[in-house]
C-alpha cells in the first residue's frame, strides 16, 4: 500500500491508528495510536475469525469489528495479511469502512 493511501485513510474523521501485516505476521505499516498492541494480535485475529466463520459454514473473511466503550477496530483481509483501523467511539463506522475499503480496493 502506497504512503497516499495510508494517509488518506489516516485523515478520515475520527481515525486514530492504522496497521498492515502480512500473511506471515510482519507489520508492514503501522501509523498512530494504540497501533503496538493491535499490530501484535491482527494476524491471529484473522486466523481465528477465519476459523469460525470456517466453523459456521461462512465463506472468506471479509470484515470483523470489535467494539469497546472508546474504541473500535475494524479488521479487514488484504493482499493475503490484514488490515486494522482503530477509530474512536465517536465515528460514523459504515461511512469509514466504506471509505477503508475504497482506498485498499485502489492500492
Same mark, same amino acid.
Given at each position: 500500500m502506497t504512503n497516499a493511501a495510508v494517509q488518506q485513510i489516516m485523515q478520515a474523521p475520527n481515525v $486514530?491508528? %492504522?496497521v498492515q501485516c502480512s500473511e506471515s505476521g510482519d507489520v508492514i505499516?503501522?501509523?498512530?495510536?494504540?497501533?503496538?498492541?493491535?499490530?501484535?494480535? $491482527?494476524v %491471529?485475529?484473522?486466523q481465528v475469525a477465519q476459523l469460525i466463520g470456517d466453523s459456521f459454514g461462512l465463506e472468506d473473511f471479509q470484515e470483523?469489528?470489535?467494539q469497546?466503550?472508546?474504541l473500535t477496530v475494524v479488521c479487514l483481509p488484504h493482499q493475503g495479511g490484514a488490515v486494522g483501523v482503530i477509530l474512536n467511539s465517536s465515528t460514523t463506522l459504515n461511512e469509514t469502512v466504506a471509505l477503508v475499503r475504497q482506498v485498499l480496493a485502489a492500492s
Open positions: $486514530l491508528g %492504522y505499516v503501522q501509523e498512530g495510536n494504540e497501533v503496538d498492541v493491535l499490530a501484535n494480535v $491482527l %491471529y485475529f484473522q470483523a469489528q470489535i469497546g466503550r472508546s
